[in-house]
């Protein structure tokens, strides 16, 4: 059997208590999932480094120890990685959220734009269809007017001269509307 020398195994398995300690309150400060991992990784190695403590040279208890400890640190290893993964992942959607809000702002943009350009190439066609509809309104007007100037001056002639027309003379009501049928 071999013969273990006491004060360097303790010093060597107390060093490495401390250090997957120390990991394990980064892992804790991190994710609750690392402090899982961590306090049993932590837990193996403080359990080992007692062992050698009460044990004194007993290698096999030191061995459980630092293994604890491995597995411990393993462990914290796994979660971290695993909560990197995540952690990419939300990014990556985020970034796949920014780029879509991107890409409907810019289209809302190009919509705004044509329409705009639309409107302002066909600004000349409806100036001109006011226009005509203006025109059309005073023609009727003038239509009418002229009718009842007609109308009036007939009627004026039926009264100097006294004689009963056969023809009935036009009312303002038809004249209308044969100016509004054309």
Same mark, same amino acid.
């Given at each position: 059997m071999t013969k $273990?020398?006491?004060?360097?195994?303790?010093?060597? !398995?107390?060093? =490495? &208590?401390l250090a997957i300690f120390g990991f394990g309150l980064l892992g804790s400060v991190q994710s609750a999932f690392a402090q899982t991992g961590c306090a049993a990784g932590g837990g193996? !190695?403080?359990?080992?480094?007692? /062992?050698i403590g009460r044990m004194g040279a007993n290698?096999? +208890? &030191? &061995?459980?120890?630092?293994?604890?400890?491995?597995?411990? =640190?393993?462990?914290v290893q796994q979660l971290m990685m695993v909560q990197q993964f995540q952690q990419s992942q939300q990014r990556q959607q985020e970034m796949l959220r920014a780029? %879509?809000?991107?890409? &409907?702002? #810019?289209? /809302?943009?190009?919509?705004?734009q044509a329409t705009a350009s639309l409107a302002e190439m066909n600004r000349p066609k409806f100036q001109s269809q006011r226009k005509s509809t203006a025109e059309r309104a005073a %023609?009727?007007? %003038?239509?009418? $007017?002229? /009718?009842?100037? /007609?109308k009036l001056a007939k009627?004026?002639?039926?009264? #100097?001269? #006294?004689e009963p027309d056969d023809q009935e003379s036009p009312t303002i009501a038809n004249t209308i509307a044969v100016v +509004? #049928?054309?």
């Amino acid at each position: 059997m071999t013969k $273990f020398h006491h004060p360097t195994i303790c010093r060597i !398995a107390r060093h =490495l &208590a401390l250090a997957i300690f120390g990991f394990g309150l980064l892992g804790s400060v991190q994710s609750a999932f690392a402090q899982t991992g961590c306090a049993a990784g932590g837990g193996g !190695a403080t359990g080992g480094g007692r /062992a050698i403590g009460r044990m004194g040279a007993n290698g096999g +208890l &030191a &061995a459980q120890g630092v293994q604890g400890g491995q597995q411990g =640190l393993s462990q914290v290893q796994q979660l971290m990685m695993v909560q990197q993964f995540q952690q990419s992942q939300q990014r990556q959607q985020e970034m796949l959220r920014a780029r %879509e809000m991107q890409q &409907a702002r #810019d289209e /809302a943009m190009r919509r705004q734009q044509a329409t705009a350009s639309l409107a302002e190439m066909n600004r000349p066609k409806f100036q001109s269809q006011r226009k005509s509809t203006a025109e059309r309104a005073a %023609e009727r007007r %003038e239509m009418y $007017f002229r /009718a009842r100037e /007609a109308k009036l001056a007939k009627s004026q002639q039926m009264d #100097d001269s #006294d004689e009963p027309d056969d023809q009935e003379s036009p009312t303002i009501a038809n004249t209308i509307a044969v100016v +509004l #049928d054309e």
